[in-house]
């Protein structure tokens, strides 16, 4: 069976690939461009599509009898993958879920106390040789400990992030979510979105993409937000209405936002750039190469699987 691993993965990752496999290894960084995706779905058994790989309803009608029969993702999120779409022409879709959870986490505390605290608009002013030396009042942000977290979609990441916040700076943890679940620290199910945004310091953003979740969070919600209040957002871009965010940063109906991902991605209006209280990190959520190796061999444990016709370790 013929592999194609659609963007260049840790060495360790393409050792075991070219050892176990016939494979080839795209080079390019960039989305796979409408042509290469038709052209995998023909030419190869097992195709490794990622983020911005949009295989959608169009791609499969185009190629209504493919030759690949394994989408292995290369992530956690698949939303960039029409699943049903797949199901139809006999295309079955794996992810890596687990593999990213805690790096994921990682970033979301990176992005709260960078915003909380105004790192990144201090660091600027530091390297534009601005700084004019300490005194009592200047650049206060907010002091996370203590503060009342607002998670939501409380699955595997959003766990992770309101463990580190609980047991690492005692927050009060709130959520919602789809249903109660059963946690091994305090929590709080909110009734809904408008209670969450109202009564947080810090909400952070942790749902899967996808039709159901687009534009989850609007003016509406950020209208609800309190003043002070900081929102993070570490799943999928378009879950945040980014105007309306920009709108409501302008009208200082919440205090900042820290960014990994964009509706647009990788574009990144210029409003949220010009932003002082804007953290802004090019979607480095699972940027580690220990993590990014882990999930390259869960793509090819989910591709070994396939090719000895054992069960799917990740079906989606």
Not at 31 to 42: K, V
Not at 100 to 118: E, F, P
Request: some cysteine.
């Amino acid at each position: 069976m013929k592999l194609w691993l659609t963007r260049p993965l840790p060495p360790a990752v393409e050792a075991r690939a070219r050892a176990e496999f016939d494979v080839d290894i795209r080079t390019s960084t960039a989305p796979l461009s409408p042509e290469e995706l038709r052209r995998g779905l023909r030419s190869y058994d097992i195709v490794m599509p990622t983020l911005g790989d949009r295989f959608q309803a169009d791609v499969f009608a185009d190629v209504p009898e493919p030759r690949c029969r394994l989408l292995a993702n290369f992530g956690v999120g698949y939303n960039h993958i029409d699943v049903a779409a797949a199901r139809a022409a006999g295309v079955a879709v794996t992810n890596t879920p687990g593999a990213v959870t805690d790096a994921t986490a990682d970033i979301a505390m990176t992005l709260i106390l960078m915003t909380a605290r105004r790192a990144g608009e201090g660091e600027r002013l530091v390297r534009a040789g601005l700084w004019e030396g300490w005194h009592p009042t200047q650049m206060l942000g907010l002091h996370v400990t203590g503060r009342r977290l607002g998670i939501v979609g409380m699955g595997r990441i959003g766990q992770a992030i309101a463990r580190r916040c609980h047991f690492g700076f005692g927050m009060d943890v709130r959520y919602v979510s789809r249903s109660d679940k059963a946690l091994d620290f305090p929590a709080t199910r909110c009734a809904d979105l408008a209670a969450l945004a109202g009564s947080c310091d810090v909400i952070a953003v942790a749902v899967p993409g996808g039709a159901q979740t687009h534009h989850l969070l609007g003016a509406e919600f950020f209208a609800a937000m309190q003043p002070h209040a900081i929102l993070v957002n570490i799943s999928r871009g378009d879950v945040i209405d980014e105007a309306a965010l920009i709108d409501a940063l302008g009208r200082g109906q919440l205090a900042g936002a820290g960014l990994d991902v964009y509706e647009f991605e990788p574009s990144v209006p210029q409003a949220l750039k010009d932003m002082e209280n804007v953290t802004l990190l090019p979607h480095l959520g699972t940027a580690a190469l220990n993590v990014r190796t882990d999930m390259g061999m869960m793509v090819l444990d989910n591709v070994a699987a396939f090719v000895a016709g054992r069960d799917l370790p990740n079906p989606v």
